[in-house]
């Protein structure tokens, strides 16, 4: 069995990063977010 090439691991890998890279930023904004809406509640 034969080890895949080396640029098909780099691209999944990169695409791997870009993919925590958003659900990072996802989980900033919705905490900060959350925060906003509990610090200016109107009701």
Known sequence: MTPPARGTIG???LF???LLGLA???I???ALYTVYRL???ES
Request: charged share 15%.
């Open 11 to 13: 691209s999944v890998v």
């Open 24 to 26: 990072s930023l996802l």
């Open 28 to 30: 900033i904004w919705f």
């Open 39 to 41: 610090v200016n509640d």
């Open 16 to 18: 791997f990063e870009i």
